[in-house]
């Protein structure tokens, strides 16, 4: 029976989620997280809030709003569970505390800030039912475009996302965002928990159930929407803690490159990941390079490289938007031609965090 004829009734029948909800100082939309939840189409759904020592009020608005909204009410097949740790042990901690207590087939991460189309959660659901799957990554996508950092940031994550189809064909998708990312129980007990010291523990984790040789999809209709850094600086740091976090699980993790281990995959260790390194080390020499090439160009009037990258980079763009989810943002597809300039505004972000990440690595080393 192929999955997508798959009624919402069947899976729920089969398969309880539950969904770890890490909670840091969000006071503000809390209660928006959680009523999203209680308003999505998924009746067996088991609700985790964990409040990871905050020092706001979030503890006052949980306890506010199950009050007002889930005590003694009917939630429909849903449950409801707070756990209020006293002191702030960071992200992975949360969400191995929600884990831990968690009781449903299949485990659900998010953000305190992503928000869940209604049918999200069946549809990354019912692609549990193949028994083969072991964890999948969400389709996650800009919310707020109030300002040219939010559009830029939208056209980037469906560039981002649909390549992400790919790697899923091919089995060598290494990388499940905390905003949405589900998996099996089961395999806690096969891997471990997240890494309560990486500042970013989903890349590690992720990359971890890759080298035990875990098959991971992307699930395309599964939609969440999340919000991107609103200023320059939020985005700096964002970055920053993206690349020294992959750094520091690609050190780790090292052996997955060129490995000829049957439980690892070709894809992965032999062009995915080099790829990313590569890129990686191109992005300290861009800001060498790009003047030589400049002038280069205009000396020489051989605009071969110019015009072979606006192509590539221009499909790549519209079969995304095209070929991509639909529920992609009109706005953001109608100023494409802005993104020509503005990526540059990204590329220099990717250049501070990973020159910031290198000079971290040293200090430590030396230290």
């Known amino acids: ?16 989620v539950s969904v770890i909800v890490p909670a840091w100082n969000e006071e503000v939309g809390i209660a928006d997280a959680i009523t999203s939840l209680l ?53 992975g901690a949360a969400i191995n505390s929600g884990i831990k207590q968690s009781s449903g087939d299949l485990i659900v991460t998010m953000d305190a800030d992503t928000r869940f189309e209604k049918d999200a959660i069946y549809n990354a659901a019912r692609y549990f039912l193949d028994k083969d799957i072991d964890a999948g990554v969400g389709n996650v996508k800009i919310a707020n475009s109030k300002n040219i950092l939010g559009i830029i940031q939208q056209i980037e ?11 899923s064909v091919l089995n060598c998708e290494y990388i499940i965002g905390g905003a949405f990312g589900i998996f099996r129980k089961e395999i806690f007990e096969k891997c471990g928990f997240f890494d309560e010291k990486n500042k970013t523990e989903d890349i590690e984790f992720s990359t971890r159930l890759k080298s035990f040789g875990l098959k991971t ?36 993790y ?55 990258w606006i192509i590539f980079f221009t499909f790549s763009i519209i079969f995304s938007y095209l ?45």
């Open 157 to 167: 994550y469906t560039i981002g996302f649909y390549f992400k189809r790919c790697h």
């Open 254 to 308: 090292s052996n997955l490159f060129f490995s000829n281990n049957k439980n690892h995959n070709f894809f992965l260790s032999w062009i995915l990941l080099p790829i990313a390194l590569i890129g990686d080390l191109d992005l300290i020499l861009f800001q060498k390079l790009t003047p030589f090439i400049f002038y280069y160009t205009f000396e020489s009037l051989d605009y071969n490289y110019w015009i072979g």
């Open 39 to 91: 308003q999505n189409s998924y009746n067996n759904l088991e609700i985790i809030v964990v409040n990871d020592g905050s020092v706001d009020k979030t503890d006052t608005a949980v306890k506010k709003y199950y009050e007002k909204n889930i005590r003694n009410k009917n939630l429909y097949g849903k449950s409801f569970i707070y756990i209020n740790k006293k002191k702030n042990a960071g992200k």
């Open 217 to 252: 999809i992307f699930i395309e209709d599964a939609i969440a929407y999340t919000e991107g850094p609103s200023t320059f600086e939020g985005l700096l740091k964002q970055r920053s803690r993206w690349k020294k976090g992959r750094m520091d699980t690609f050190l780790r």
């Open 323 to 367: 070929f991509g989810s639909r529920k992609n943002n009109i706005r953001s597809f109608l100023l494409i031609p802005v993104f020509y300039f503005a990526s540059y505004l990204l590329i220099f972000t990717e250049i501070y965090a990973i020159i910031h990440s290198v000079i971290l690595y040293l200090k430590r080393l030396i230290i």
């Open 1 to 16: 029976k192929k999955i997508k004829s798959i009624s919402k009734v069947e899976v729920e029948k089969k398969l309880k």
